[in-house]
């Protein structure tokens, strides 16, 4: 079976480390998304929240939840979860951009 | 082998050893968080297509929602997640005073969580926010009637993402009860301690959701002025 | 004389059937064996509700005119049957009843990683199937087992919310079995036992549940999705609310076009174990087998829009769907002429089971060819919701998924009851089935083709000679149906006892007693060599005696 590393204890300074790093990430995104970054590039807004959001998970699952210092099945688990959800998003929403028009808007 | 193992306590009787009933447990509630992340994926996607579908409705939508109250959830929320891990690190530790101590820190900010959703909640259904047919009538001066019908779009959204993960912190909430009164009673060890660790990752989890949550429904129109 | 001894040491020896015998000692059981037959009754039963709405369907499709029911109740009963079969028979089927008693075994463990949410996961069945019931007395739904909006939310008179909340909480009971194989999968394997040491059956059921993990939640949050509009009308599918009804059929399918490969890659599986040990030959390419396994699990997931090439789907996307759906046929085919090279040269025996492997092989060659012609983006157009999709995904769903279950009931029935089955009455049974199920299902390839559309109660009279045809087949494939429901009734009391390997097979489950004791061995076995090592059967038979004695 598995072959089994000495179980890890993370230290309390790590923690606390990511713990700050979390609050940083959150003000960075409130204070990012007062700006109208629109203007210099339409999604701009969406891709800096979402960038923040993305480093704020990672910071959990590698540190909270451990996944750096789990065995290589945990880690390709968690690998195949984002990659299936991504197969999920991209494929339906590549259909909805190739289409000649996205889906009439509501009210408009 | 299996004479002696059945002496080992919290070790079921199917299992060889310790080490491989830790093994089942962990990989056991990865996959299962791996369903969690389909089943919230689902609505990911609904959000994607409406957003894109709707982006006036959307911005409209999340002027309606109180940033204060969502950044104060999402404080309250990673708070709990650093408390949670503590409270994993003095299992690890064998200290039982401190496990409970970090434990139930954990149970009162999930409950504080919910009781900031629940005032959110409260107020969308006085000013009939809620999009059901029959209850959604907005104040025109609230909200201009032209995007009454797109915002009821971004509504549903916020209402079936918040409600799932509502959900999910009520049976983490319970989760937390039991495992408390678990380790008062001394049930876990040094050696015996993964209905927390594997808890913990249950927590983790729906953290990482409202940390996706908070930027896409609360933010998304914050740069425009407006809200409240 | 050998039997004899077994038959005397068998009626002492404890074994996880009499074991106890109290009611309690069934419903509250964290044995997988028992579990597994908590199953096997549970969807028989459902077997039983969703062929006969086959034969209602069948019935009203004797004559052109609808004479028997209106519209209305047509489209009530081909939906129930299409639901009955889909979420309350074939899904279960194989990995639910053969993979919960077989899998642990053929693993050398005691049981399952999680037995408590092993046996959670048939009373979340339980529930879901009540509920279902409470459906159908109340009158079923009529909206296709698609549920496609905005039909199914809000135009539909019948029960689709009901419906939905029951295949919302039957898809828990899936995730759950899929989790807990998966685990048990990973970490329960014997010393010795590695990945490529594992029987074929083995590797089936893993790429199962990684598509019951990851589709199953897919398909809980979209029928959740539709209740709640049907309930509140908040708008998600309902255009004039500003809902997407496109977007229904893209997460209904994310789950759905999988959810064909949970039905058939198990019986994959089981065929693995039936040709190889029939054929006294190691499977052919075995590695190619089990990745071949894992590729169709994972291509299954990349071809949902193969169903939406004329719904408003991009065409460029329907373009992308449609050469994914061709690659996919690659690890079928892999499958399947591994299969014949190993019956190639092998020494055969035509018991039962090996008749029902080859008729897999056949019919699911036609079932999967045919798959690719409604693969092809143009064609599709032309057979789209006409009966040769209706004969297509039969050929798959009976031919290939029902096929194997049989197959695999046969295989394993001495093991799981202790009895013999009689043999010439499981050929004879084999046979009709194989010659029923084409009688009824091919000619409806030719009314497809001739345009004859999907679900519909009334039809033109020149199409009536082909509709004959395939009701005089269904009787047939009927009556092939419930000759083993008899026999197997029939064994249970008056069967021959079993021996422990009756087909001198290889595989840690003909090494254990038949019916196995309660933790399944009473030794920690150890396993030294591949999977369908023939040469050491002679071995095996005398550590399974031992084992006895």
Known sequence: MAEHTEHHIVPIKVYIGVFLALMVFTALTVAVAKYDLEHIWGPLNIIVALTVAVIKATLVVLYFMHVRYSSKLTQVIVVAGIFWLIIMLAFTLADYAARSGWPTQLGQ | MSEHASHVPGLAHHFVNMEQQKEAGTIGMWIFLLTELMFFGGLFLAYAIFRATYPDGFLQGSHLLSVPLGGLNTIVLIVSSLTMALAVYYSQMGDRKKLVGFLSITLVLGLVFLVVKYFEYKEKFEHHLFPALGWYNPDPSHLAVQYQPQVRVFLWIYFAMTGLHALHMIIGAGILLTLIIMAQKGRFTREYNSPIEISGLYWHFVDIVWIFLFPLLYLTGFHVGGGH | ?549
Do not use: C
């Not at chain 3, 004039?240 to 039905?263: E, N, T």
């Not at chain 3, 992308?320 to 019956?343: L, M």
């Open chain 3, 1 to 549: 004389m050998a039997t004899e001894t077994i038959a005397t040491t068998a009626e002492k020896r404890v074994t996880y059937l009499n074991v106890s015998h109290t009611v309690k000692s069934w419903l509250l059981t964290l044995d997988h064996k028992r579990i597994g037959l908590l199953y096997l009754f549970s969807i028989s039963f459902f077997f039983l509700i969703g062929g006969i709405y086959a034969t209602l369907i069948r019935l009203e499709l004797i004559t052109p005119k609808g004479d028997l029911m209106t519209a209305e109740t047509y489209n009530r009963v081909f939906t129930m049957h299409g639901v009955v079969m889909i979420f309350f028979f074939l899904i279960p089927s194989i990995p639910a009843v053969l993979g919960n008693f077989l899998l642990p075994i053929m693993l050398g463990a005691k049981d399952v990683a999680f037995p408590r949410l092993n046996l959670l996961s048939w009373y979340v069945f339980m529930v879901g199937a009540g509920l279902f019931m409470l459906t159908m007395i109340n009158g079923g739904i009529d909206t296709g087992w698609t549920f496609y909006p905005p039909y199914s939310s809000i135009y539909s008179n019948s029960q689709v919310t009901l419906a939905g909340v029951a295949i919302f909480i039957t898809g828990f009971s899936s995730i759950l079995t899929g989790l807990n194989f998966m685990v048990t999968i990973h970490t329960m394997r014997a010393p010795g036992l590695t990945w490529f040491r594992l029987p074929l059956f083995v590797w089936a059921h893993y790429a199962t549940s990684l598509i019951q993990i990851l589709g199953t939640p897919v398909i809980a949050i979209t029928v959740l999705a539709l209740a709640l509009e049907r309930t509140f009308q908040i708008g998600i599918f309902d255009p004039k609310l500003g809902g997407d009804p496109v977007l229904f059929q893209h997460m209904f399918w994310f789950y759905s076009h999988p959810a064909v490969y949970i039905m058939i890659l198990p019986s994959m599986g089981v065929i693995s174990e039936i040709i190889a040990n029939m054929s006294r030959k190691r499977v052919f390419g075995y590695h190619f087998v089990a990745f071949s396994s894992l590729a169709i699990a994972v291509f299954g997931f990349l071809v949902w829009g193969h169903h939406m090439f004329t719904s408003s789907q991009s065409m460029y996307a329907g373009l992308v769907f449609s050469i994914i759906s061709y690659a996919v046929a690659i690890p079928s085919a892999i499958k399947t002429f591994n299969w014949t090279a190993t019956i190639y040269k092998g020494s055969v025996s035509y018991d039962t089971p090996m008749i029902y492997a080859l008729a897999f092989l056949g019919l699911f060659t036609v079932g999967g060819m045919t798959g690719l012609f409604l693969s092809a983006l143009g064609l599709d157009v032309h057979l789209h919701d006409t009966y040769f999709v209706v004969a297509h995904f039969h050929y798959v769903m009976v031919g290939g998924a029902i096929i194997g279950y049989l197959g695999g009931l046969h295989y394993w029935w001495p093991k799981i009851t202790g009895k013999l089955y009689p043999e010439v009455w499981g050929r004879i049974s084999a046979a009709i089935i194989f010659l029923g199920f084409n009688l009824t299902f091919f000619p409806q390839f030719i009314l497809g083709n001739l345009g004859m559309p999907r679900r519909y109660h009334a039809y033109v009279p020149e199409f009536q000679i082909l509709h004959v045809l395939s009701s005089a087949g269904a009787s047939i494939l009927a009556i092939g149906f419930i000759m083993p429901i008899i026999y197997f009734a029939w064994s249970i009391k008056y069967g021959a006892p079993a021996p422990n390997n009756p087909w001198t097979a290889v595989g840690l489950e003909w090494q254990t007693t038949s019916p196995p004791p309660p933790e399944n061995f009473t030794y920690t076995p150890v396993v030294n060599t591949e999977a369908y090592e023939f040469e050491h059967v002679e071995e095996i038979k005398q550590a399974g005696s031992g084992v006895n004695g």
